[in-house]
């Protein structure tokens, strides 16, 4: 069991999807984004972003919509359709795609016919090579004509928002789904050939105990998960409005969170899963736990990856998209990202150009995060010292020569310790979710 060091978790911090992280963002300089596809080489990775769910839950700070409104949706599909061809005429010949995901949003809120109709334009202007695609599903709204469909289009990888089995705690969130429903589910996918499951689920969620958390981890062991994310609940309502629906007095204390991801982490780990990082999961057999396994797990915008390309286009509003040099975002609003690709014009003017010091904090950041353990520059370890030495002290962290090593103990404190290295968070600071 971990020990909770309350002072050490005091400081909210980014997740480092990136780094730089999505809070350092700035206006780029016109033609940055076009520049970069336009210079893309090797094995390029693409993500769609579809921005509607039939329910919009109370703890979502995902950019979505309803997806009631049908002219809404084409109207944004029309605009999804365009961005592709343009996207497409700027990637070099030399490029190929070999990674699809789409996200939401619930990709499957919009048509069978329109997703396929999306694969379509995929295969008709992108260098495809044999793509693996995966795809996010919201299980209240999963059918059997859409597991027909994934399987046509042989999508190997899916993951599905269980979050929570507890119905009280689902009623509190505004996710309400049955277990018959959520079986169902994972009946369809093995059926249509889904090899790698995943299944996301919160702790720290409204009303949640211990044995609330228990019960999801073994009904996710039941069911098969070959994959598990196991995230805290971020509470800022500030950011995302909707959340003001969740009481804040029914969430969970800081020590209980701990508890629980401490919970989380031994029940699955004895339940046979690998760790992946701090919060994700994997059976042996899966490629994320083979990626741990063989040192070559990543970190994107789409969280822990066995991912080794160096490009992700992001493709839809607000998708971000990265490459060695660049970080670039989608312009967030639904309407004016439409007008925008109607005029065959890219919408990503947010980002940062990643500097050559950028790349190299980035590098520490990520394999600390992503394999436990990091080679620290003298410069950057005179930098962090003083700050790193509690979490020395606690033995939460080893540092032997310039190899900085984050201990089984630490594994709660990694993006704390990761964040020691971040020089935007000193120089700007902004306001995060809890550290756990």
Same mark, same amino acid.
Do not use: N, W
């Given at each position: 069991m971990w020990t909770y060091h309350p002072e050490l978790l005091a400081t909210p911090v980014p997740r480092y999807t990136s780094y730089p992280t999505a809070a350092d963002f700035g206006a780029l300089e016109e033609g940055s984004i076009e520049r970069a596809i336009a210079s893309a080489t090797g094995d390029v990775s693409l993500y769609l972003h579809i921005p509607f769910c039939e329910q919009i839950c109370f703890y979502c700070g995902c950019n979505t919509g309803k997806s009631g409104k049908r002219a809404r949706v084409e109207a944004y599909l029309a605009a999804l359709h365009?961005?592709?061809?343009?996207?497409?005429?700027?990637?070099?010949?030399?490029a190929r795609v070999r990674r699809v995901a789409f996200g939401g949003g619930s990709p499957n809120a919009i048509e069978t016919g329109e997703f396929l109709a999306l694969i379509e334009a995929l295969h008709a202007h992108f260098p495809m090579g044999s793509p693996a695609i995966a795809i996010e599903l919201d299980p209240r709204s999963l059918t059997s004509d859409w597991a027909s469909v994934l399987s046509g289009v042989r999508v190997s990888r899916a993951?599905?928002?269980?979050?929570?089995?507890?119905?009280?705690? &689902?009623?509190?969130?505004g996710r309400e789904q049955s277990l018959t429903m959520i079986c169902r589910s994972v009946d369809w996918l093995r059926g249509a050939g889904v090899t790698s499951l995943n299944f996301d689920l919160m702790y720290g969620l409204p009303h949640q105990s211990e044995a609330d958390l228990e019960d999801s981890l073994e009904m996710t062991r039941k069911l098969g998960a070959d994959r598990v994310a196991v995230f805290g609940y971020a509470h800022v309502p500030h950011l995302v409005p909707r959340q003001t629906m969740i009481p804040e007095g029914a969430l969970p204390g800081a020590a209980a969170r701990f508890a629980m991801a401490a919970q989380a982490h031994d029940t699955l780990v004895g339940a046979g899963y690998a760790?992946?990082?701090?919060?994700?999961?994997?059976?042996?057999?899966?490629?994320?736990?083979?990626?741990?396994? &063989?040192?070559?797990?990543?970190?994107n915008f789409q969280g822990f990856t066995d991912d080794t390309a160096e490009v992700l286009i992001g493709l839809g509003a607000s998708a971000v998209s990265g490459f060695p040099q660049l970080l670039a975002q989608n312009e967030k609003h639904t309407g004016r990202y439409r007008q925008l690709s109607d005029e065959g014009r890219l919408s990503a003017s947010h980002g940062i150009a990643r500097s050559p010091e950028d790349q190299r904090r980035g590098a520490v950041i990520?394999?600390?995060?992503?394999?436990?353990?990091?080679?620290?520059?003298?410069d950057l370890l005179a930098e962090v010292t003083e700050r790193l030495a509690p979490f020395l002290a606690a033995g939460l962290a080893r540092l032997e020569g310039e190899r900085l090593?984050?201990?089984?103990?630490?594994?709660?404190?990694?993006?704390?310790?990761?964040?020691?290295?971040?020089?935007?968070?000193?120089?700007?600071?902004r306001r995060f979710s809890s550290a756990i």
């Open positions: 365009q961005e592709i061809a343009t996207v497409a005429s700027l990637l070099p010949q030399t993951s599905l928002g269980v979050q929570t089995f507890a119905v009280h705690c &689902q009623k509190a969130i760790r992946v990082g701090f919060d994700h999961f994997a059976l042996p057999h899966d490629p994320m736990a083979r990626a741990v396994r &063989q040192g070559t797990l990543r970190r990520e394999a600390l995060l992503c394999r436990d353990a990091a080679a620290i520059a003298p090593e984050i201990l089984p103990e630490g594994l709660p404190y990694a993006r704390v310790i990761a964040a020691l290295f971040d020089s935007y968070r000193a120089a700007a600071p």
